[in-house]
């Protein structure tokens, strides 16, 4: 299939020095309350790319569920493909893409597990089938059928039917600190604007622009 001819143009106005605001993480909220306004479908998702030992990059979608000046955290199984990298190389880059805004932002930083009690906060606050599907997801490890895994559920959520399901150990959050964010605005053929926000020893943070 020969996609050559397909191409979108990008109308909005461009992005200037003058418009950001110097901290990276308050320019973050304004732009992903943009894509809260504009009710997007699932704004916090992001793709997360991670490296392990053995140098393959893997990718994938997970939801951002809080972040302040610290970091971005997500929250997975702690034996998946995912932590496994995590273990073996603690860098991570992140991308929330928001084409109907015609945004993209970039987050590069190291990455780490969160503490046992945030991740027990969140866990209490998910729904109960979420808290079951985190007892019964043996995450990326190969299984035989979907009915298999039906079955699972059927079972944990017999055993919990009268009572809390108990917080599994193997589950919780993780934090991306960063190190450097880009902001991404598309721009008029091809000539989209791009801002590096780069963290400095001092924790400021230096802002430059990037050819598109």
């Excluded at 990276?24 to 997007?40: G, M, S, V």
């Excluded at 150990?169 to 590096?196: A, M």
Aim: with cysteine; proline share 4%; aromatic share 12%.
């Amino acid at each position: 299939m020969d996609l050559t001819a397909l191409r979108g143009k990008y109308t909005t106005k461009g992005l200037n020095e003058e418009d950001l605001e110097q901290n990276p993480f308050k320019q973050f909220e304004i732009w992903f309350n943009d894509a809260l306004n504009e009710k997007l479908c699932e704004p916090n998702a992001m793709s997360l790319a991670t490296v392990g030992k053995d140098m393959m990059p893997s990718i994938r979608t997970v939801l951002l569920k809080t972040f302040d000046e610290k970091g971005f955290v997500f929250f997975t199984n702690y034996k998946s493909k995912k932590s496994k990298q995590i273990e073996e190389n603690p860098k991570a880059a992140t991308l929330f893409t928001w084409l109907e805004l015609e945004r993209q932002i970039k987050i590069e930083g190291t990455i780490e597990k969160i503490s046992t009690k945030d991740s027990l906060k969140y866990f209490l606050s998910r729904p109960k089938g979420s808290q079951l599907g985190a007892w019964v997801s043996h995450q990326s490890e190969v299984i035989s059928s979907r009915s298999l895994l039906e079955q699972k559920f059927d079972e944990m959520k017999n055993k919990f039917a009268k009572g809390e399901v108990p917080f599994p150990s193997f589950w919780g959050g993780y934090i991306i600190k960063p190190i450097q964010i880009e902001f991404w605005q598309g721009g008029k053929d091809r000539l989209h604007d791009r801002f590096l926000y780069t963290k400095q020893e001092n924790n400021t943070w230096e802002i430059s622009r990037l050819a598109p």
